[in-house]
């Protein structure tokens, strides 16, 4: 593990989004000692956390974070950060990434934690886009650093902390000044191949929609129901499985090594079982989290079009199977009614229509289509 950084704890930090996520990450950044800036789009969150002055933090992290600024104006929020952290639900990202476009300051990172898949592919096309000029750095983490719940504004609870954690920047180049900077904070933050690895690292698309979908007589009971326990059974695990390797599977048409599912939470938590099933079953800070009692719910309507949509265009594009991430894909939209294709990350979207395999790795490394 990488134990020291190059930049000082003085590092300025800026989170968009004050869910779980937002506000586990903010309150323990100003445990640690780091300015921090919060911003949310409900008034009634910020608020709450303003009210009390930041936010109560429990679980294996316990304190009160004092959050120098909770606002709903992104403006105020971003000036003078080094770092602006995006911990909102992929299905938010390009809104803001437009949103952020006019108020970017040459030097700043922006890192998408995590950036589902493709995540950092979309915000750099939108500034592209939006014709931002600021020379900002634009990266994604594979995975949110805590098992984390909030009750409330201005209360967090951090479950479980992972003990690594990839990142990476487009261009690739970007990647080791972008994780020196994270260290200052999350030792345990590793610098991925490029944002490819750490897009096809994403297994939230592996992991929650086909529970859901295998559930849904379950979930429309209204009965109380642990989604890893209860939801993950040897069946459901052995298909999330192949699908896996329908993931990496697509990840090594692109030169990348993937970690299966399993893999990685023997690197994340310690769990080193010979079935996802069982895996899931043994990791802790997984116990108590329950099932949704709606089929609305982020495991479909983000993890499917922000996930499985951009895995399965890409693995079509280069001619690897894909018939299980495919069919859960339609088995959502059958059940929801909802086109999840077309408002995902198509192609189009992530700035890839058309290119070969060498084409995008190219792209990848260097920011440049030519």
Known sequence: MQETSNYPKNLRWTVIGGGNGGQ???AHLAIMGFHVRLYDISPDTVNAINKQGGIELEGVVQGFGKIDRVTTDLHEAIQGAHIVMVIAPATAHRHIAKALAPFLKDGQSIVLHPGAT??????????????CTARVTIGETNTLIYACRSSRPGQATILGIKNKLLAAAIPAEASTNLVDK??????????AVN????????TNPIVHPAPILLNTAVIESQKEWLFYLEGITPAVGAFLEKMDQERI??????GLDLWS?????????????STLSNAVRKTEAYAD???PQSLETRYLLEDIPMGL??????????????????????????????DLTSTGRTLEKIGLTGMTAAEIRQFIETGRKD
């Open 289 to 291: 989290i329950k099932g």
């Open 118 to 131: 493709c995540g950092a592919l979309e915000f750099y096309k939108v500034l592209a886009d939006e014709k």
């Open 195 to 202: 944002v490819l690895a750490t897009s096809f690292d994403n």
């Open 249 to 254: 599977a697509v990840g090594k048409a692109l």
């Open 309 to 338: 949509v951009p895995l399965v265009a890409i693995g079509k594009s280069l001619n690897v199977p894909v018939e299980r991430m495919e069919t859960i894909i339609k088995l959502g939209e059958f059940i929801l009614g909802k």
């Open 261 to 273: 599912c399993r893999d990685q939470y023997v690197i994340e938590y310690g769990v080193n079982e």
């Open 182 to 191: 994270l260290n200052s904070a999350y030792p345990q933050v590793h610098p």
């Open 24 to 26: 586990s990450v903010s």
